[in-house]
Each structure stands twice: as structure tokens, then as C-alpha cells.
């Protein structure tokens, strides 16, 4: 078991998919841009006693990404999944953002994902196994979040694309949709919405999804 690569950290999905995969025995690498980010996501993996390595990249800084996926697989050997969940969340109707800033915001939201997606998915495929998640959300355009709402509708595509390359080879590309703000204690609670990335990364082949859609906890429960 080579384990787990998460990118985007932070508190919230990144901490709890880490916490999801480290409880299964998985070691854990998580790349974020600070290192107080990292440390405390390290900090709330820890208790579960498996190995942790952290790693300061920017998602739109090419040569870091790469550099850290590198550091990554040479400290824990080519990963069984690579969780891509950096974004730039905020409100901006049209117009509102420049045309840099909206660059911007497409370069954490979708060129990263490619980036990291290119770096270990060709790897992934020679072994023929793998599993490369990237968190979406915004399963309906809001005129209120124009750039996350591009950049969302840019990761189904970019799954897709994905797919289409890797997946005969025996890669699993997905997205998990989060259809409402994420929140401790809510229907949109970290904590469950990292169990789709398991159950993503455990499907057996022939049931392989593109997409989970979390919707609340009813989704989870069946309720």
C-alpha cells in the first residue's frame, strides 16, 4: 500500500479525506501552499499512527507541484490515490472579476488538477491501478459564483478527458460533487463527505462512477 496524496490541505474536506484514508492504514502526503496549513493537517492525521509526510507546493506553481508529487512517491513509492482538492471559493456575479482574476481562479480550480493529473496518472496507468479524485461542486451554475461555477463545470470536463486517457488502463478518475457549504456538524459535513472519496477509491472496476453527488447526509444514509 503506496497511499495517499492529498492536495489542498486545508481544514475541512482535505483534512477529513486525509483522516478517511490514514484510518484504512494508509500513509498520508499532503501537499499544501503554507506551513501552517500543513502542519495542522498533519496534526489531525497524526493520531492515527501512520506515516505523514508534508510538502509546501502551490497548485498553480507547475515545477513545485510536480517537485512535491515527485518528493512524495520517492518517500512512499507511487501513490494508490491522488486527492486534487485546491479551489479558489468566492462570490463575484459577472463582471465583477478581472480577466486576471479570473485566470487566476482557473488555474487552482482546473490547471492544477491537469497538472497533477499528467504527473501520476501515466504512472498509475503502466501499473495498471489507481485512483485520481478531484473535489467539484456547483452541480448547478450560480450567476452569484461565475468563477467557481466555471472552474466546476471545467473539473466534469476535465474528469471526463481524464477518463477517456487513463481509465482502459485501469485508473480511476472521479469527481465528488459538494452540493452545499461545508460545515462541522451540518448536512455538508466533512467527515461524511470524505466517505465518497473511499467509496470512490474501493469501487470494484466494472461499478466505477465519474461522479458521486453529496447532496446532504440522506445521501450517505439512504434516508
Do not use: C
Not at 466546476?152 to 452540493?179: E, M
Amino acid at each position: 500500500m503506496s497511499g495517499a496524496v492529498i492536495i489542498g490541505a486545508g481544514p475541512g474536506i482535505g483534512q477529513a479525506v486525509a483522516r478517511r484514508f490514514a484510518r484504512e492504514g494508509m500513509p498520508i502526503a499532503l501537499i499544501a501552499r503554507s506551513d501552517e496549513t500543513l502542519k495542522a493537517a498533519a496534526e489531525a492525521v497524526t493520531p492515527t499512527g501512520v506515516r505523514v509526510l508534508t510538502l509546501a507546493a502551490d497548485s498553480t506553481d507547475e515545477h513545485a507541484l510536480r517537485s512535491a508529487l515527485d518528493a512524495a512517491a520517492g518517500e512512499l513509492g507511487q501513490p494508490d490515490v491522488v486527492v486534487y482538492n485546491a479551489a479558489i471559493i468566492q462570490a463575484d456575479a459577472p463582471g465583477e472579476l478581472s480577466v486576471s482574476a479570473h485566470l487566476d481562479a482557473w488555474a487552482v480550480n482546473v490547471v492544477g488538477a491537469l497538472t497533477a493529473a499528467a504527473h501520476v496518472a501515466p504512472a498509475m496507468a503502466r501499473r495498471g491501478s489507481g485512483t485520481f479524485l478531484i473535489t467539484g461542486g456547483m452541480p448547478e451554475p450560480k450567476p452569484q459564483y461565475v468563477s467557481l461555477s466555471l472552474g466546476k463545470a471545467g473539473v466534469r470536463t476535465l474528469v471526463t478527458l481524464l477518463d477517456q486517457a487513463y481509465g482502459t488502463s485501469g485508473v480511476h478518475v472521479a469527481s465528488v460533487t459538494v452540493a452545499g457549504p461545508v460545515a462541522a456538524g451540518t448536512d455538508f459535513d466533512p467527515d461524511d463527505i470524505a466517505e465518497h472519496y473511499w467509496r470512490l477509491h474501493t469501487q470494484p472496476r466494472h461499478q466505477w462512477e465519474r461522479e458521486a453527488l453529496h447532496t446532504g447526509r440522506s445521501a450517505l444514509t439512504g434516508e
